[in-house]
């Protein structure tokens, strides 16, 4: 909701109601059910085409830190690079099959040891990490998690990973308030640079690269 936040304050007509998907298949499922007008996320394919029908449009790319307990050896670093983690366990709030960027990213450093679970909520997440000196994950940099206490969180560099987060829609089912809030992100984006990506400096995977954004011409 803090990406959100901005656009929404500059679009007074659209009212804003958060569903309760917690991840990206969950809330495409609720797209095409027809309880959802939008949804927003990391949009990835999903197995089976299921996704099918859905539209997309790329609004931010934000770097994620590596959040440690305390104990952890890393702990004191001022940054780490991705091969540094090699030695931890990649902890997932969620069955990894669901979590499509933290499963890409293990593989494209290296990084073996992972453990997952059932999504228990961010609470569940920060006892793990608190409780395991091996254990740690990523994290949205611009985010907090719910109590930072006994926590760390640390930049990756060299490179930084973005996480892509996207507006989603229903193709055969846009609202009337689609297009000022396409135009809101848009316009948002420019000014704050949400889309900056420097391929030699920062990881996006592969389905992540960066598409061009076209703004509504409003004398049409």
Do not use: K, Q
Not at 8 to 16: N, S
Not at 37 to 60: K, Q
Not at 106 to 132: K, M, Q, S, Y
Request: glycine content about 8%; charged content about 30%.
């Amino acid at each position: 909701m803090r990406t959100v936040a901005p656009v929404l304050e500059t679009l007074g007509a659209v009212r804003w109601e958060p569903g309760p998907a917690r991840d990206w298949p969950s809330a495409a499922e609720a797209l095409l059910r027809g309880d959802a007008d939008v949804g927003f996320g990391r949009v990835h394919p999903l197995p089976g085409g299921r996704d099918a029908g859905l539209a997309r449009r790329l609004v931010r790319l934000e770097p994620v830190d590596a959040l440690v307990g305390a104990s952890h050896p890393l702990a004191g670093a001022a940054e780490v690079r991705p091969a540094d983690l090699r030695g931890g366990t990649l902890w997932c709030p969620a069955e990894l099959t669901r979590l499509d960027f933290l499963r890409r990213f293990a593989d494209e450093f290296g990084i073996t040891r992972r453990e997952d679970g059932p999504n228990l909520g961010p609470d569940h997440l920060v006892r793990r990490l608190r409780a395991d000196p091996e254990c740690f994950t990523l994290f949205p940099a611009d985010a907090a998690p719910p109590d930072r206490r006994g926590l760390r969180s640390i930049p990756i560099v060299a490179p930084t990973p973005l996480y892509a987060w996207s507006l989603a829609w229903r193709e055969s089912r846009r609202h009337p308030l689609l297009d000022a809030l396409l135009d809101g992100f848009a316009e948002t984006g420019r000014v704050r640079r949400w889309l900056d990506h420097d391929p030699g400096r920062d990881w996006l995977p592969a389905p992540d690269s960066p598409r061009p954004v076209v703004t509504r011409d409003p004398e049409r």
